[in-house]
């Protein structure tokens, strides 16, 4: 059997994209954008606005969606298509929160909230599935308790299985299952400096310090940053990772480091454990952060 063939590709930090960005400038008189560090915060404040604002369509298609449901709302063929109305309004509500909902974990990760008050930071990193449940739930709610001379079963019964079943992807979709804090990125760039190159692989959530660590071994599409000084200030390998989606160090990476010496007390493994801390104690039930 052919042996498959193993890709890795290098991820450059914002700042090394901006220094290439400003010779290519120099050399074409073309303007490329680069993106440095206040560059991923005003991305990450737009994401949020982004967010905001769909948010709000899907409030107002809830609106009208339960407008419709008290005949309070008059629509051309309201009386002959009312049940697709709703539908319709439900859609494009369910819609509007699964994209505002994938924007605001994007940015989240772009510029993590503080973890220092963990209630506060469960709100603000799930808060795509939160608003999803605020944007559906009062419809379900409504359709199931009206009479039927406001709603007939029929009409009733599907609203209701398509509003449930959409509000079940909308919350899903919003779950970040993999949510940062903004000091475990800060502490684990700091920690991990040491390290010049970091792996990760496309659709995984953890980085490894080693190219052969066995969670990755047999991957075949791999990425990686190498820590680099740009503009007279060093970007750690990790850091750029994270900015990728990456959470958690790869426990087997975490062992070998340790057995090379490397202090890595108080970083976040895959699981949310802290490397170095009695694991009965840890009460973090976030990943890693910046």
């Not at 052919?2 to 090394?16: D, I, W």
């Not at 895959?270 to 973090?284: F, Q, R, S, V």
Request: some cysteine; charged content about 25%; proline content about 2%.
């Amino acid at each position: 059997m052919e042996e498959k063939k193993r890709t890795v590709t290098k991820v450059q930090s914002s700042r090394k994209a901006a220094s290439e960005a400003a010779e290519e400038v120099k050399a074409t008189g073309k303007k490329v954008e680069g993106m440095t560090k206040a560059e991923e915060k005003s991305k990450a404040t737009t994401l949020r606005i982004v967010s905001a604002i769909l948010w709000l369509v899907a409030i107002a298609c809830e609106v009208l969606a339960i407008l419709v449901v008290f005949r309070a709302l008059r629509l051309p063929g309201l009386e002959k298509a009312r049940i697709w109305w709703i539908l319709g309004f439900i859609v494009v509500d369910f819609i509007c929160c699964v994209i505002a909902g994938l924007l605001w974990k994007k940015a989240s990760h772009l510029d993590p909230f503080s973890g220092k008050n963990k209630f506060l930071f469960f709100i603000l990193s799930q808060l795509g599935a939160i608003m999803a449940a605020v944007c559906l739930l009062p419809l379900i709610i409504i359709v199931l308790t009206r009479k039927e001379d406001k709603l007939d079963k029929k009409t009733k019964t599907i609203v209701t299985v398509v509003a449930c079943i959409l509000l079940a992807i909308a919350c899903l979709l919003g779950i970040d299952f993999h949510p940062l804090t903004a000091e475990q990125k800060a502490d684990a760039a700091q920690q991990l400096s040491s390290f010049e190159k970091v792996y990760w692989t496309r659709y995984g959530h953890k980085y490894h310090l080693y190219e052969k660590c066995q969670a990755i071994r047999n991957s075949t599409d791999i990425s990686y940053s190498e820590g680099e000084e740009i503009d007279g200030e060093y970007v750690p390998a990790v850091r750029v990772a994270m900015d990728n989606g990456c959470t958690g160090l790869c426990a087997f990476c975490a062992r070998d480091a340790e057995k090379e010496g490397k202090d890595l007390k108080g970083i976040v493994l895959e699981d949310g454990t802290i490397a170095g801390a009695d694991e009965t104690a840890n009460d973090l039930t976030v990943a890693p952060e910046e």
